[in-house]
């Protein structure tokens, strides 16, 4: 072994079978434990973070999303750094529309996005060569739903359902003699309350479905409603379509909670497990009433394309909706 000096910085030469045991060892030492990570205690790294840095909705949306990947592959108990884009691009390109398809792979890029950030990765990131496989699709899997907006009688036929509704629920309720039955009566007519009320606030507003569950008191306490969406946590001040109506219904929510205007619904669109059955519920009333093709998205198509026809222009109404680009807000135009 021989030692060089330069600038007082000693540089050790080896040979031979010492210097390959000194590499080895050397290589060991400095890997980082993070570099050892396997894919689930990685997505648990991820999850933590999004806790402290995003909505809970989103987090258990991605968490299932991560989580069905990690199964799917096989790839819980493996090292991260074992990862490669077929791992990726077979889960992504399994089943589904293109939309959940594309859904699929953001999410994936997101996860391995983090982990190479965090220097956890210890490699290539392989999310960024997986793709969407258009050739392994069909015609109607390509194919997106269009989402028509409610007409005027549409919507109408929505209220009076729910103006009946009550008005029986609160026959019934007159006449009840049974706790059992009272109870029951009591909750369906807080459901029809609810869909009553956020049928009318995404009508006059164009919120989201999801906005709507987690709205807040003080959303109504300014000069203006303002509402932070869910979705990209942005700040809209829509103008109100019928604010007479809007009024009402606003009147009409029960004080429950002193900081959400829904509490329970809220805690039902946030569970991965409820939501959907939450959803459904406006799905079988529409399917109830005749009313084919419209889904609760479809109030803020009617939103959008009413505030087009009264001359509003396209950036103000993209701002309204929390687009992040007008050709967005124009799909939205009918």
């Known amino acids: 072994m021989k030692t060089l000096k330069k600038s007082q910085q000693p540089i050790i030469i080896l040979q031979g079978k010492k210097a390959a ?3 080895k060892h050397f290589n060991l030492a400095d890997q980082k434990s993070e570099d050892r990570l396997t894919v689930s205690e990685g997505i648990e790294q991820w999850v933590n973070w999004l806790r402290k840095n995003d909505s809970a909705n989103k987090t258990s949306q991605y968490r299932t999303y991560i989580q069905a990947w990690a199964e799917s592959s096989n790839m819980g108990d493996k090292p991260i750094s074992s990862v490669e ?4 691009n077979k889960w992504v390109n399994e089943e589904g529309k293109l939309g959940t398809r594309r859904v699929k792979l953001a999410i994936c890029r997101s996860f391995f996005k983090f982990l190479a950030i965090k220097e956890i990765l210890g490699g290539p990131n392989p999310s960024l060569l997986a793709t969407v496989d258009y050739n392994v699709m069909t015609h109607e899997e390509k194919e997106s739903k269009q989402i028509q907006p409610l007409d005027e009688q549409q919507f109408f036929t929505l209220i009076k359902h729910f103006s009946d509704s009550l008005a029986d629920l609160q026959k019934r309720l007159n006449n009840s003699t ?16 609810f869909w009553w009320t956020a049928v009318v606030i995404s009508r006059c507003t164009g919120l989201r479905f999801g906005d709507i569950c987690q709205l807040e008191w003080k959303c109504f306490s300014g000069p203006q409603f303002t509402v ?7 700040r809209v001040t829509p103008p109100i379509w019928n604010k007479e109506l809007f009024d009402t219904v606003l009147d009409a929510i029960p004080p429950d909670d002193t900081t959400y205007c829904f509490p329970e619904e809220r805690k039902a669109y946030m569970g991965v497990n409820t939501r959907p059955k939450l959803v459904m519920q406006f799905a079988r009333l529409c399917e109830k009433l005749g009313l084919k093709g419209i889904r609760f998205h479809s109030l803020r198509h009617t939103y959008a394309t009413d505030c087009f026809r009264k001359g509003v222009s396209m950036p103000h109404i993209s701002m309204s909706l929390g687009h ?6 124009q799909q939205y135009l009918h």
């Not at 884009?85 to 990726?88: G, P, S």
């Not at 049974?178 to 309350?193: G, I, P, S």
């Not at 932070?228 to 942005?234: F, G, I, L, S, V």
């Open 324 to 329: 992040t680009s007008t050709a967005t807000t």
């Open 21 to 23: 045991q000194a590499l």
């Open 85 to 88: 884009e077929e791992d990726i």
């Open 178 to 193: 049974y706790d059992a039955l009272t109870n029951k009566l009591l909750d369906k007519r807080h459901q029809v309350m």
């Open 228 to 234: 932070w969406t869910d979705k990209r946590n942005r």
